[in-house]
């Protein structure tokens, strides 16, 4: 059901324009935009000379649509008006829009209507005065920031491109970049998880198309595992490698200075702390997925580590392995629970791990028990801890132990079920070891907030819902913590040890713009000037055009063979 895909599937490099001229006539893929004609829009001869802000730039697309642009949003919008570090040039503000001066002077359609010359006049000698913009970019923008001027128009506003713009930038912001694969997200069973997506790390960092596809499991079914990060070096001697530790060796291990590791540190352009040698891979790995670790408040580093080999009194209750760990959700303690992405490696034993779907268990509370779902929704639940995990030194400490550690507070009031706008599942913030007291709860309303509460705890345990995964040594698991629960199950062979980092929502939702505008750039041959500040929707909409037929591509011989050929490096691009 979730295998990942074949990698001829995968590495397949079709430009849409080579396909459409194809003599043999195959189904072709969507064509890309053309401009059929452009005109300035007449205006009231008694406003007189009319600025930018009265103009309005009727363009018509090959597709029979009809849209009136703004002249000054063209005009501000032009990468001209930005520097080499994609800031803008100047600081001046927009009066300067509100100008007589500034006023698009002609439009020219080029070629077959692949581009159209964009002439403005401006107050400044300095402003850039032409630029070639490519109908692509213009039918991107289109549904979303112009006027619709006739029927086509209309519906291709309303149609899923203008809805996604709707969702991402009026109603539901904070979805930001990870929002358009977000949309796609549907609710699983345990019973309907029988192929978990796995990915090879060399693959993902070297294909843009299958780092995307990674990006998008953490989306839909909510995780993944993935193969061949590199493991340290767990011979006798090396650093991990040892038998039982003592708190010293732990603290030695984890803060790590310079002089003790075995191989220098990883370090990276004067911003990055020494890496402990023996996390030193993990971290790069997460770093190259997603981007740097979330920073911790007092450990030494951005990673963390649980072994069998640690003192069980060691780092608290979580990193007790004797100990079972009910279905939780990570960072529940922490304000808005950033910990968007965990990102977990088996270094060391065999094991199994427990996941849930946690749209699945929202849609069935909602469905068999609306008013425990209504408290469950609303009410907050205080997460929290008096943090002292930790020693001066950064490293896992003796809770019990009066030595000296790092403190710091730690207090999040909101729902267990947290909502988006449009009534979906945002986040789950679950886990009964960090849940303090109920305080938040109306006195009246507290029995039925209890049983609600004891409801919910019960379905996140539901073997209908609890899937039981194997964990080789080595694999790395990345799951969506908003969405998925997850649980200890069984420890198979010790010694086992884990290393694990989190990332923001805001990081994941950044490095699949990045990868989506890459992706555009090579196969759509789109200079970087007109993918630097798209809209989500706008970005959405291009990179849709990248995606080959893989009903006739996968029927067809030839289409087969097209679909493994890499095009030419010299292929014309758009400037």
């Known amino acids: 059901m979730f295998a990942s895909k074949r990698p001829s599937e995968l590495n397949a490099r079709i430009l849409p324009s080579k396909i459409q001229s194809s003599a043999d006539k195959l189904p072709s893929l969507p064509k890309l935009p053309t ?122 506003a309303v149609n899923e491109h203008g809805n996604l713009q709707h969702v991402l930038a009026g109603v539901e912001p904070a979805r930001a970049g990870f929002g358009p694969v977000e949309l796609a997200q549907k609710p699983w069973l345990a019973a309907e998880m029988t192929e978990p997506p796995v990915f090879q790390y060399e693959e993902i960092i070297s294909n843009e198309r299958v780092h995307l596809d990674f990006l998008a499991a953490l989306a839909q079914p909510g995780f993944a595992f993935i193969d061949g990060i590199p493991l340290p070096d767990l011979t006798p001697g090396a650093i991990g490698a040892e038998g039982a530790m003592t708190i010293d060796e732990v603290s030695f291990r984890d803060s790590c200075l310079p002089q003790a590791c075995p191989s220098p540190p990883l370090t990276t352009a004067l911003t990055d702390p020494p890496v402990c040698a023996f996390a030193a891979l993990h971290e790069q790995a997460a770093k190259r997925l997603i981007g740097r670790c979330i920073p911790h408040n007092s450990r030494a580093h951005d990673h963390w580590h649980m072994t069998t080999k640690m003192d069980p009194k060691v780092g608290g209750r979580d990193y007790d392995f004797k100990k079972t760990l009910a279905m939780h959700t990570d960072h529940s303690h922490y304000s808005g629970s950033p910990g ?59 809770v019990q132990s009066a030595s000296a550690f790092r403190e710091f507070e730690l207090s999040h009031d909101v729902p267990v079920i947290n909502l988006w706008k449009s009534g979906g599942l945002q986040k789950l913030v679950h886990s009964e070891t960090k849940r303090t007291i109920l305080s938040s709860v109306p006195p009246k309303q507290y029995k039925e907030f209890v049983l609600a509460y ?41 010694p086992r040890t884990l290393h694990g980092c989190y990332h923001t929502r805001a990081q994941c939702g950044h490095k699949y713009r990045l990868l989506k505008m890459r992706l555009v750039e090579k196969q759509l041959h789109l200079n970087e000037r007109w993918t630097t500040h798209l809209s989500d929707a706008a970005l959405h909409t291009m990179a849709a055009l990248t995606e080959p037929s893989q009903a006739w591509l996968c029927s067809s011989d030839h289409g087969r063979e097209l679909a493994n050929v890499e095009h030419e490096d010299d292929a014309p691009e758009v400037a």
């Open 35 to 156: 401009v059929t004609s452009a005109t300035i829009a007449s205006c009231d001869p008694s406003v007189g000379a009319p600025c930018a802000l009265d103009q309005t730039v009727q363009i018509m697309f090959g597709d029979g649509c009809e849209f009136g642009f703004n002249g000054a949003w063209l005009i501000d919008s032009m990468p001209e008006r930005r520097t080499v570090d994609t800031y803008r040039s100047s600081a001046e503000g927009v009066s300067y829009l509100a100008l007589q001066s500034t006023a698009v002077v002609s439009l020219t359609v080029i070629g077959a209507g692949e581009s159209m010359v964009l002439t403005w006049s401006s107050a400044n000698p300095d402003d850039a005065s032409t630029s070639t913009v490519p109908a692509l970019w213009l039918c991107s923008w289109a549904p979303s920031v112009a006027q619709p001027l006739n029927t086509a128009a209309l519906t291709a």
């Open 340 to 398: 968007f992405v965990a990102f977990m490696q088996q270094v060391e034993g065999v094991s199994t791990t427990k996941l849930a779907d946690g749209m699945a268990i929202v849609d069935e509370f909602r469905r068999t028990m609306p008013e425990a779902f209504e408290l469950l929704s609303t009410v907050p639940v205080s997460h929290g801890m008096r943090h002292r995990l930790y020693s001066d030194a950064g490293a896992p400490r003796d």
């Open 454 to 494: 004891d409801a919910f705890c019960r379905l996140a345990e539901d073997p209908k819902f609890v899937v039981e995964i194997p964990w080789p040594q080595g694999r790395t698991l990345a799951f969506n913590n908003h969405r998925m629960l997850h649980g200890r199950a069984n420890i198979l062979t010790t």
